[in-house]
């Protein structure tokens, strides 16, 4: 019998390579605990003009989470970003940009794991 892994990610924090958000909003990971919305813009306003930069925070500590979102007011500018900024390093560490996708609320998203080796029963 062949089994299906799944994961359930949160409904806030969706993001893929795959798709493409028609909002101009990416999803920016790998942030330093030093980086802020200030830097942030700075570093990806070279690319077109962003609307709005968020970084996500812990509740508890206020420390930074490591990732947050940059928006532009074009998806053209932020393709442009997404191509020039995947992997390159800001304040020392390699950022992991994606297109966000839209929030869902209530949903539980489920993806499927795909494993680079055949499924075997057990």
């Known amino acids: 019998m062949r089994r299906l892994a799944h994961f ?3 409904p806030s924090f969706y993001c893929t ?3 493409q958000s028609s909002n101009g909003k990416l999803f920016v990971g790998g942030l330093s605990w030093y980086v802020d919305e200030k830097s942030l813009k700075e570093a990806f306003s070279s690319f077109g003009e962003v609307t709005e930069v968020r970084i996500m925070y812990d509740k508890n500590t206020g420390r930074s989470r490591g990732f ?3 928006y532009f007011s074009s ?5 442009s970003a997404k191509d020039a900024m995947d992997g390159k390093a800001l304040l ?3 950022l992991r940009i994606s297109f966000a996708l839209d929030k869902v609320r209530g949903v539980p998203v489920v993806v499927p794991r795909v494993s680079s080796f055949g499924d075997s029963s057990s």
Do not use: T
């Open 17 to 19: 390579s795959s798709r």
């Open 92 to 94: 020392g560490r390699p």
């Open 8 to 10: 359930v990610f949160h």
């Open 75 to 79: 998806e053209h500018h932020a393709k």
């Open 68 to 70: 947050g979102f940059v």
